[in-house]
């Protein structure tokens, strides 16, 4: 496919499992690119749990996986780069 035709198109992502997180902030506070906020939502805990973005705060997404480690409750539970 031409580069023309995937701009804008991410290249990473990360799924997380809202209800295994607890909210502790640690991979929003250590991804580099500032993917992932604290949503305004509950998960049945009562935490308000991580969401992903494609675009964060510094760019995009870069599938580094530095969340994914760094999670103690194994919320992460996908980190991929879709296409390169
Ligand atoms: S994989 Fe890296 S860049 Fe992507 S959300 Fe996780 S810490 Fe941030
Ligand atoms: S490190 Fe894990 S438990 Fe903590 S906010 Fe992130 S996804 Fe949730």
Known sequence: ?????????PKSRVVV????CKGCDLCVVVCPQRNLHLSERF??????????????????????GLCYWVC????????SRLRP
């Open 1 to 9: 496919m031409p580069e023309s035709l995937v701009v804008g198109l």
């Open 17 to 20: 499992d809202a209800e295994r």
């Open 43 to 64: 998960n049945r805990m009562g935490y308000h749990p991580v969401e992903f973005r494609y675009h964060g705060g510094r760019g995009d997404c870069t599938a580094c």
């Open 72 to 79: 103690p409750d194994f919320a992460i539970t996908e980190v």
